[in-house]
């Protein structure tokens, strides 16, 4: 199973991802997560991260090679599923690309719907736990006591507005590009963790 996952920064992405992959028992790969790792790691370059802490994206060629190394791991041999990548056509086009250098191709691209009024209270209520890697959410889904809570600084009211511009932007060409290849499938995204994943396994099954 080759999946892409497409939706609006706050639409629970995350969280429907992992229980899809642990269905399907094949890997996540996120390349906001992988972006950040190296962050952290020291390795990113100082440009890279401002453009992260602004909201933008990095450039194409950037994620691309991330995804091109990471899809030929041992445990991507049973397909894999993909968050925050592509999201643009030129890297969607990289992906079919190096899909096809292997052999292979995507089956579905499923597209998680939430309004835009909806996605800006999740974002300025999320919260990590920075030993757990968990997200909550300050009112609807309450951090333990003893949790490390961070808030994304891309998460912070200034850049949340230009992610959500960012993402309407990418989608407008985006979804029209999978929609042509006959990938797309959409999924509403409003409604308890447990309803969406019952609708996301729907649309894959
Ligand atoms: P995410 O966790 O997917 O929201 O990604 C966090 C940040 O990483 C984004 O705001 C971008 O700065 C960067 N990023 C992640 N994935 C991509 C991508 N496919 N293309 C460009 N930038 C990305």
């Given at each position: 199973?080759?999946?892409?996952?497409?939706?609006?920064?706050?639409?629970?992405?995350?969280?429907?991802?992992?229980?899809?992959?642990?269905?399907?028992?094949?890997?996540?790969?996120?390349?906001?997560?992988?972006?950040?790792?190296?962050?952290?790691?020291?390795?990113?370059?100082?440009?890279?991260?401002?453009?992260?802490?602004?909201?933008?994206?990095?450039?194409?060629?950037?994620?691309?090679?991330?995804?091109?190394?990471?899809?030929?791991?041992?445990?991507?041999?049973?397909?894999?599923?993909?968050?925050?990548?592509?999201?643009?056509?030129?890297?969607?086009?990289?992906?079919?690309?190096?899909?096809?250098?292997?052999?292979?191709?995507?089956?579905?691209?499923?597209?998680?719907?939430?309004?835009?009024?909806?996605?800006?209270?999740?974002?300025i209520h999320r919260r990590a736990d920075k030993k757990t890697g968990q997200i909550y959410h300050l009112q609807y889904n309450?951090?333990?006591?003893?949790?490390?809570?961070?808030?994304?600084?891309?998460?912070?009211?200034?850049?949340?507005g230009h992610r959500l511009d960012t993402y309407e932007a990418m989608t407008a060409a985006l979804l029209p590009y999978y929609?042509?290849?006959?990938?797309?499938?959409?999924?509403?995204?409003?409604?308890?963790?447990?309803?969406?994943t019952a609708r996301m396994l729907a649309a894959l099954a």
């Open positions: 199973m080759r999946v892409v996952l497409v939706g609006p920064p706050g639409a629970g992405k995350g969280t429907q991802a992992k229980v899809v992959c642990q269905r399907f028992g094949v890997p996540q790969l996120s390349t906001g997560d992988m972006l950040r790792a190296a962050k952290a790691a020291g390795t990113l370059d100082p440009q890279l991260v401002a453009a992260m802490s602004q909201g933008a994206l990095v450039p194409d060629d950037v994620v691309v090679g991330l995804i091109d190394r990471r899809v030929d791991a041992a445990d991507c041999a049973g397909g894999f599923l993909l968050d925050g990548f592509p999201r643009t056509v030129p890297q969607a086009e990289a992906l079919g690309a190096l899909l096809t250098r292997r052999g292979a191709r995507l089956d579905a691209v499923v597209q998680l719907d939430v309004p835009r009024s909806l996605l800006t209270e999740r974002l309450p951090p333990p006591p003893d949790a490390e809570l961070e808030h994304r600084t891309d998460d912070q009211p200034a850049a949340v929609q042509g290849l006959g990938l797309l499938r959409r999924v509403d995204g409003v409604g308890t963790p447990d309803e969406v």
